[in-house]
């Protein structure tokens, strides 16, 4: 545990002389990360038709698990007696798990939230539960995780301001709560990040980040964006708030995003992101190229003997034609849900390495100016 | 061509001193099997959930496809485009396929038979088809096929004997179309196979088997057997029928089955089988070791941390426990039927390593007893 004590968590190797954009390393008892990253998305601990195999021969550095769910089922019982998440899935790397609150607060009427914590009533069984700020760092602790999230009131899109700000408040009052039991048993093997929360005024974003940079956390993540708001008050929101969060802290924005969004993010600054859309879309039919998505389950595939993309190194893409994905998608065949999240899961990798390799070369706007170009040619969508 | 010409299809490598059991290879333009072989089915071009690199790295030597089902979806024109069945769905091993006889007759009421052959409607959008016997062989020549099954009438359990008996008369008749359209354009790179029929009746799965073998096959089925009727019946079919048929011709029970089941077809000298049992089980969560079946799903392997069977040496068993395998099948997350299958797959292929070594170290029967001994203790059925 010495090692980690003397481990910076969080270093940047070189920033863009464009833009906010910045190449850096995060660094874990399970590995290090390089950031800009892309986190594959497996809620109840397991990437969906993956295997922690098919995320190492990916090159997957982390993955995302979260919290409410874990608890509800296998429950921390089973977890701890597996030795803790990573035994427990089998991964080795490094896990960050979000703490649950978008969770919670998603389940409506099933949830009464008071000023020290949620009562809520399970989805899977209808068992009451109740979350505070304390309960989620403890179990987040008791699975091992690398990257903790703080207990969060996440608000949905749109709320109005009186709300926002006590919900800002509650969310602060949390965040203390958190670091507080965090610093406990605090043997520096895990980190604690603090979520901003502000819904769409930035004048409670602001106050937000604030409070938390108070409290002094591993890194900051941005919650409560993406949440159904215009795209360009989105961008606005992210551009101002990502201003005022610190340089030398990682910067996450909490389910992001659509590969364009992702530049745009990174561009101000933003290290991680995770977002379920790569391994939905994929079992939907809706594969990513360089040069947009494309929906295998078109007709225009069935005699389409190219892999999805030429140039994509992918198992699928060197084994697979579009006609066979398509014959698979068409005929309900499950092998086909593997094989397109492969692919998607390895474009997204191979886009943060793009993204990477740009602010590398320092040559990031133009990177990003002509993904976006080629990448809006044939797309059926942003 | 050539070298398939001066190459026997079947060799008979060794016989069993105590019973009929026999070691063998076939020889296909794809590769060699040696035989009692087990072929996974792949019905519509795909093993469920699992890739071609999967099957290569089990060892598994040649799979199923059905000529119904392809041919319904995604057709033979988009077959013969990719270059053939084994370049569409990228498997460069043997390949043998149903002709789709028991699909197109499990139809009911949407196919009708006449002394041609069977119009049916397809299941999929309702569109009118017919097979014939020159039909169904000219699928399989362009599908590519390694091994290719005659058209037969499958007959249910029960049926009266004179329906019997005229079906095993429109089989004999589809039989010699077969093989006529068959030795049509026969380049000696692909094989085909009769097809007994005779339902519970010994007279006429004899009459069945001696017409086929003055038409002259590459192999012989047993079909019409394992629908339904009671085991010993099934036994004593199988036990009747093997005997007459040739020692020099690989034999095939289709559909079958059961791993006790295999050890007793085994000792009746059939070489070649396939089953939906151990893919379908495992997208079930039954689960195939030893010591008998296992139930994933029970809540009894909640905190077990053990694989599914502590000396198997799959993927799943050397990297999961039955508590994971157990939370993944609880929480439909889809991995798990790949990691379920991937075990199944493997124990069968093991299975038949076990019997093959059986039979080349003549200790067959004792292997047999001890297999059942041990594989009866803890299963749940048969």
Not at 62 to 86: D, F, Q, S, V
Not at 120 to 145: C, M, N, W
Request: aromatic fraction near 12%; charge should be neutral; glycine fraction near 8%.
């Amino acid at each position: 545990m010495g090692y980690f004590k003397i481990m910076e968590h969080f270093k940047i190797l070189k920033k863009s002389s464009e833009c906010s954009a910045r190449l850096g390393q995060i660094n874990t008892k399970h590995g290090s990360i390089s950031t800009p990253v892309f986190m594959p998305v497996g809620t109840k601990g397991s990437v969906k038709s993956l295997t922690s195999q098919d995320l190492y021969e990916l090159n997957a550095k982390i993955i995302l698990g979260n919290t409410y769910h874990l608890y509800l089922r296998p429950g921390i019982e089973t977890i701890k007696n597996a030795g803790g998440l990573h035994k427990f899935i089998n991964f080795e790397r490094p896990i960050l798990t979000d703490s649950g609150g978008f969770q919670v607060f998603s389940l409506g009427d099933l949830r009464k939230i008071d000023e020290n914590g949620v009562h809520f009533t399970s989805h899977i069984d209808g068992a009451k539960h109740y979350f505070t700020p304390e309960k989620v760092i403890s179990l987040q602790r008791d699975f091992g995780i690398d990257i903790m999230m703080c207990f969060d009131e996440c608000v949905a899109y749109p709320t109005d301001y009186d709300y926002v700000k006590k919900s800002v408040d509650i969310t602060t009052k949390w965040a203390i709560l958190c670091k507080k039991e965090f610093e406990k048993n605090n043997d520096n093997s895990q980190f604690l990040y603090g979520i901003i929360q502000g819904g769409m005024y930035k004048d409670l974003r602001l106050k937000s980040l604030k409070s938390l940079l108070d409290i002094d956390f591993d890194g900051y993540a941005i919650g409560g964006l993406s949440v159904g708001e215009p795209i360009d008050l989105m961008y606005e929101i992210l551009e101002f708030t990502s201003q005022y969060m610190p340089q030398d802290k990682p910067r996450y924005f909490m389910g992001l995003g659509s590969p364009i969004d992702i530049w745009k993010a990174v561009e101000c600054g933003i290290d991680m992101f995770d977002c379920v859309m790569p391994t939905r879309n994929a079992r939907n039919g809706t594969l990513f190229t360089f040069n947009g998505k494309i929906n295998i389950k078109n007709a225009q595939y069935k005699n389409d003997f190219l892999p999805i993309d030429s140039e994509c190194d992918c198992y699928t893409c060197k084994n697979h034609s579009r006609a066979y994905l398509h014959h698979l998608f068409k005929s309900d065949e499950i092998t086909v849900f593997r094989l397109n999240t492969l692919h998607n899961i390895n474009f997204m990798l191979k886009l943060f390495n793009m993204v990477k390799n740009s602010i590398l070369d320092d040559n990031f706007l133009y990177t990003k100016n002509n993904f976006i170009k080629h990448f809006k040619k044939n797309s059926f969508c942003n």
